[in-house]
């Protein structure tokens, strides 16, 4: 858990899973758009997983990249970039340079929110010690320098593998139990007004007897993504569609 002193603004976007790729190229349009500043947010606050494979030092994943993470450092430079990391991009304070960038060892982060006290997550936090020690062995500076050089000596074979596999992940299902899940998860554990996350794609809000949860919609499905709206004293996560003719 990480206590920030962010302060979350009215007209904020919130971006969950959009696993960016050559698969899924819509993520680019929707950032072009910001840098033209035909979308105006007032902070930009990514859930994790905007890559479907982005590992700092791993070069192939920067390379591939490359246009997308420029767009994002120069959007950055104009208006506050919060990067909640996920699982599928990680070790990324040297790539982006201007953001706050939080790992999974700081997550769920403490922010405010008109006046609420509000927790983001990319959503993998707090797992089993076998997660855990999965999470920390991929993250590991010295196992990614390895991988760095194995994947190149190996004509980049390892992750175009990993790709084509990723690609082929169902990223829109329905998990069935998600409330008594996320009970089990978070209830009793925070003291919040909202917990916020992404990874598990379910685009739902839960009332609970102590806060309300919301589990983002991920930009990967229909393109998703969360405009921060205030009404009288409560903030609301409104829901919209991007289209390249926005």
Do not use: W
């Amino acid at each position: 858990m990480f206590h920030s002193n962010i302060e979350i603004k009215e007209g904020a976007f919130f971006l969950s899973d959009a696993h960016y790729s050559e698969s899924r190229p819509e993520l680019l349009d929707f950032i072009k758009d910001i840098h033209s500043k035909k979308l105006q947010p007032t902070q930009l606050i990514f859930f994790g997983d905007i890559f479907d494979a982005l590992f700092g030092g791993v070069t192939y994943t920067i390379e591939k990249n490359q246009e997308l993470i420029g767009l994002i450092n120069d959007i950055s430079k104009e208006i506050e970039f919060i990067y909640l990391e996920g699982n599928h991009d990680f070790n990324l304070k040297k790539i982006f340079p201007l953001a706050q960038v939080f790992t999974i060892s700081q997550q769920p982060v403490l922010c405010t929110m008109n006046n609420k006290k509000v927790f983001l997550a990319h959503g993998d936090f707090g797992a089993g010690l076998g997660y855990k020690a999965y999470t920390g062995f991929i993250r590991n500076r010295v196992i990614l320098f390895f991988l760095n050089i194995i994947n190149n000596i190996f004509g980049n074979f390892i992750l175009n593998s990993l790709d084509n596999y990723l690609n082929k992940k169902d990223d829109c299902k329905e998990l069935s139990n998600f409330r008594d899940y996320i009970s089990k998860r978070l209830e009793s554990k925070y003291e919040c007004d909202y917990f916020i996350e992404g990874h598990f794609h379910q685009n739902k809000s839960l009332v609970f007897d102590d806060f309300r949860y919301i589990n983002l919609g991920v930009f990967a499905c229909n393109q998703r993504f969360f405009i921060v709206e205030f009404s009288k004293d409560k903030p609301l996560i409104q829901e919209s569609i991007y289209s390249k003719e926005i």
